[in-house]
């Protein structure tokens, strides 16, 4: 069918890549500007990531954490698009998103208390800036939008950043929330890890829209797509939209296309809705094997470091999840305690109930 | 001291705010240029500057998450939801992610935001205008809410709103921003969160009412007095946290009690009010406590509303019911 004169017309994206799933450089002129130090810094965060991950689905097996949402096969795009940020930068993660918060500060012990349904894990530390993970899908957008206008009003050069997933953008806050970054040119970038999957609803079944990418045109904010199991890629695109945020260029939505290897939460099972030979195609796109392979050619890493950092996280693993489990239990009257600031005489009464 | 309506009473306290405090900031749909569909923020963008009082796009949710975020970097958003039916596309930023921030942080962020909405009946406003939805907002833990009966308290139950660390969803009767004028001090002054008033003293029954019910229970007291009934008149003033001492002192003296809201009968403030009396004055009781409440539908279109709403007949009538029971 031919276009209407009058009609909104999009052109089809091709998401960036600088690597390709060989390690070899395809794109040099999208080469993020990194020393040595900080790709290996880079690489050592991805395996640390995945162990970790792999730890941490363990523990839930053996009844030592709660809630667990799995993250590997995404640790291009959550180690990579943290690694770009400045330190004062904020991050809004949604649930799944516990990688950028531990390595934007949140100490690890408090990712599992949060886990474990200890309030102490929400507890952010002065001077870490970001949110505690977010249940509610999408919420976190307009959180961070939020916080991008207050970084605005105060003339401060930082950014917002936060995540959702393909899910997520069909929510009405992705689109509230984008909107308004539109409206007032505000310095945030919403990430929308695509990895194929809302639970189990496939990505076809989610939106008719060219991507989520896409999605951006409708706000008058910039739209891109990167190959989310590159992390330089990543990096790349993340950076240059910190930086338009910093210069007042407004907001950008970044949509990165990834695959989540293990199932949606540890009730889930991935047999029910992806084939073996799509799991196949997509571990051989592994963001950890395609850095070790550029890596390994600059002579920069070898499968003694990967032994080595495996050996470190979990060990470091095994530390947190006990200083997790050595603290307190939250308490009935600790609870009524955080409701407001002061606890009200009828708050303070209700305590006498718990004792 | 200056004469002012309950609505410019409520802008001068975010006037006096706004002067007082640089983290205090106005925004919602149409309150800029204008100052709101009924003009309660008239005047504060031309005197504190579009930075500070300004426009959104048209979504609650968003004005609201904004609210929150916004909230977490040190400001003091006041944010207006337009009608109080709208307030259903906020319910999460309002009533989960800014009521649960204090907890989910552990104390490390809150959410010191004021939600103002308009509300209440007799208007003949449109549908989703005029329900009355504190219910909702009671039963949600973490934030508080207000509903003032007149400009005084709206002014300084509004400052102590906007000062409290806290979320606080303050509602705002519609027909009382241009009822009747009182003095009002022009500069700034607090009215405690969670004290009611007593505005009419007696000895034989208590009328317990918020916002625009507190004048209809006021007439409906001056009906009994003719009868040689005393009604006491309790204006709560906030809902949540609710001032039951208050309430309790009140039927100690005078043995029975009415609650009248304009919200459905069933659960809600007037339930809560009652429950609670049950807990702390039972042996103080004559008679059961009755409601004069709308019936359990929605809000019904205009041309009903008056016959929906409760007036000065019913509360009469339900005082008397208690009285002679």
New interface residues.
Partial sequence: MSKLPYEVHSEPVTPLSVLSPEGEVVNEAYMPNLTDDQLKEIMYRMVFTRTWDERAVNLGRQGRLGFYAPVSGQEASMVGSEYALNKDD?V?PGYRDMPQIVWHGLPLYQAFLYSRGH??G???PEGVHV??PQI?IG?Q???????????K??GEKRV?ITYTGDGGSSE??FY??L??AG?FKLPVIYVVQNNGYAITTPFAKQTAAQSIAHKALAAGVRGVQVDGMDVLAVIKAVSEAAERGRNGEGATLIEMITYRFRPHSMADDTSKYRTKDEEGEWSVKDPITRFAKFLEKKGLWTDEDTARVKEEAKATVNEHIKKAEATDKMTVSG?ID????TT???LEAQKADFQ | MAQMNMKEAIRDAMRVELKNDPNVIVFGEDVGKVGGVFRATEGLQGEFGEERVFDTPLAESAIAGMAVGMGLQGFRPVAEIQFVGFIYEALDQMFVQAARMRYRSGGRYNSPIVFRTPFGGGVKAAELHTDSLEGLAIQTPGIKVIVPSNPYDAKGLLVSAIRDNDPVFFMEHLNLYHAFRQDVPEEAYTVEIGKANIVREGADVTIIAYGLMVHTAMKAAEELEKNGVKAEVIDLRTLLPLDIETIVASIQKTNRAIVVQEAQKTSGAAAEIIAQINEYAILHLEAPVLRVTGPDTVYPYAQIEDSWLPNVDRIVKAANQVINF
């Fill in positions: 904020f809004c309030q102490h929400g507890q952010i949110l505690m509610i919420a957008i307009l959180h961070a939008t939020g916080v991008a206008m207050a970084f009003k105060k917002a009405g806050d509230e929330g909107n308004f409206a609870l955080s409701m407001f600031e009200p005489a009828y």
